[in-house]
């Protein structure tokens, strides 16, 4: 489910750290002495000057580093996967992360990781939604003439699910209908068991992150304090600060990768129990051999609401 939403959210989060970490050097002092140095008048407060957050200074370029640290998000990324691999088996973790991309359409992955659905974008989504409204209404004109499918009419069906369970259900009618609908909810229900589990393995990784977080943080201060005989304060208070960047990577990596993944992937189950219920209702009317007129008034409630006067209006469907 990415869409130009995911990418605005990710651009606004990292322009935000940016910006709170480089106004921390650029932003100036607004307190100025009076002119008259006179100690019983308060300060005159200026308005602040213009501050060009892109030319950077060199502190500024400093404050950045000081947030960029390899150890500290080895052992955040590091504790998570491992964690990770302990709680879960390797091929569920791989089917996790290909769920959520493209890589779910090659049909090697599919079969080694028994991937019940690709991955779906927002738009194809409803596109599934109205080639399955369209093409089911087209098949129950045709089974309510007592005409039989063709090859060519499954092979011309685009949604693979609704293509696999017509030629399994409808060019052969050997299976009843009772026995059909609960193939067809088995199937359902196997799908959103494989959504529930990558859902929990995301939540579970969201949870590790901010602990790991803290984690590094209390190595980062056992080796601070070991080590801090003979140093200054302000050699102290900097190292502290970069032990306190691996909790910042750990709630940021569950904030802003892992939480908002395991809500996609939710949205994902949410397309994919639409779009299976919708050819499992088609097919359970073709079975019956329909009216047409009946499928159609069956089928438009799972079209998407902006879509559902459009095709109420199409007459050539039903003929």
Not at 3 to 23: D, E, H, M, P
Not at 29 to 43: G, K, L, S
Not at 134 to 145: E, F, Q
Not at 226 to 244: D, H, K, T, V, Y
Request: glycine share 4%; with cysteine.
């Amino acid at each position: 489910m990415w869409n130009i939403s995911t990418l605005i959210g990710i651009l606004i989060g990292v322009a935000a750290l940016y910006f709170a970490i480089v106004s921390n050097a650029t932003q100036p002092t607004f307190e100025i002495p009076n002119p008259n140095d006179d100690p019983t008048i308060a300060a005159v407060t200026q308005p602040p000057p213009e501050v060009d957050y892109f030319d950077l200074s060199e502190e500024a370029q400093q404050n950045i580093w000081r947030f960029l640290d390899l150890s500290s998000f080895l052992i955040v990324f590091g504790g998570v996967v491992s964690s990770v691999m302990i709680a879960f088996s390797f091929r569920r973790i791989l089917r996790c992360l290909f769920s959520l991309t493209i890589l779910s359409y090659i049909r090697f992955f599919r079969e080694r990781l028994d991937l019940r659905e690709p991955y779906i974008s927002p738009r194809r989504w409803h596109k599934n939604l109205e080639h399955i409204y369209a093409s089911s209404l087209k098949m129950a004109v045709k089974r309510s003439r007592g005409e039989h499918l063709t090859d060519a009419d499954i092979e011309n069906l685009e949604h693979e699910k609704l293509r696999q369970w017509v030629r399994k259900f409808i060019a052969i009618e050997v299976v009843q209908e009772k026995a059909m609908k609960t193939i067809m909810d088995a199937e359902i229900a196997e799908a959103n068991r494989q959504a529930d589990e990558d859902i929990e393995l995301l939540d579970f990784m969201a949870q590790a992150s901010p602990a790991f977080g803290m984690v590094g943080t209390v190595i980062g201060l056992v080796l601070l304090m070991s080590q801090a005989q003979g140093r200054n304060i302000s050699e102290i208070i900097a190292a502290m600060s970069l032990a306190l960047v691996t909790t910042l990577y750990g709630v940021l990596m569950a904030n802003l990768v892992f939480y908002p993944l395991s809500s996609k992937r939710a949205q994902l189950q949410e397309a994919h129990q639409r779009i299976f219920l919708m050819v499992r209702d088609s097919i359970l009317l073709l079975r019956r051999k329909e009216l047409p007129s009946v499928a159609r008034d069956e089928l438009v409630n799972h079209l998407p609401e902006g879509a559902r006067s459009q095709f109420l209006q199409n007459p050539d469907l039903l003929k």
